[in-house]
């Protein structure tokens, strides 16, 4: 129950082109859930984060679009550059993200080309 | 504002002995958590501390310790050390009240165990 699934592992995009990545949860006491990009050498830098109490957050290209009932959240990139070409991970965290373990999922390497 | 830093940035050592990771958390933060990415895998929660004491922890082996200071940077000390604990170690921080649930992660230390 701890588990968050993430697919797919990987994903190749043309430049100006729409980057989809979906995660699954089981837990439904997880009410954080967070998007992470990683390139190589660096640590995680947070992308975007959504609760539960609203189906859709957007910033700039990025979209989370959130379904609690089907505990899933995906996250949408949109007009997809090819620096966005990195690592995603969705995350979740059980009541307030920030006193509480991140969960995550098994990441997406994601490879726009030009 | 110096963000998460973390040393050392690369680390090798062989099997059994000890080793010591540092962490300064993002100014104003006084919560740490502290996380191992395997290759190609998303991070797992090792521990996390607040007021110099460990507040939650995952899944691994009492060969894993922390410590917290007054200054609120921490340490993260694995004994013993086995070929499988070769892993980026992350360190993120976060303010204990932040609304955000955001953590901030550190370029990590990156630890070869032959």
């Known amino acids: 129950q701890q588990q968050v699934k993430q697919s797919p592992q990987s994903l190749i995009v043309q430049k100006g082109g729409i980057s989809i990545i979906n995660c699954a949860y089981e837990?439904?006491?997880?009410?954080?859930f967070p998007w992470y990009q990683q390139f190589p050498g660096k640590g995680p830098a947070l992308l975007i984060a959504i609760r539960p109490d609203v189906s859709e957050k957007k910033e700039g290209r990025f979209t989370i679009s959130f379904n609690k009932s089907a505990k899933q959240f995906s996250l949408h990139i949109m007009d997809s550059q090819p620096g966005d070409s990195a690592t995603y991970f969705c995350a979740a965290s059980p009541t307030g993200g920030a006193t509480n373990k991140l969960i995550f999922g098994t990441g997406t390497l994601l490879a726009v080309q030009p | 504002d110096a963000g998460v830093t973390q040393s050392p940035t690369h680390l090798i050592k062989t099997r059994g002995q000890q080793v010591t990771l540092r962490c300064s958390p993002k100014s104003g933060h006084d919560t740490v958590s502290w996380y191992q990415q395997a290759l190609g895998q998303g991070p797992q929660f090792i521990f996390q501390y607040y007021e110099e004491e460990e507040r939650q922890r995952g899944n691994f082996p009492d060969r894993f310790s922390g410590h917290q200071f007054p200054n609120y940077s921490s340490e993260l000390n694995v004994n013993a050390l086995l070929l499988g604990d070769s892993a980026l170690y992350l360190c993120?921080?976060?303010?204990?009240?932040?609304?955000?649930?955001?953590?901030?992660f550190g370029p990590g230390t990156r630890l070869t165990v032959l």
């Open positions: 837990n439904t006491a997880f009410d954080y």
């Open positions: 993120a921080s976060s303010p204990l009240a932040g609304a955000s649930g955001e953590q901030f």
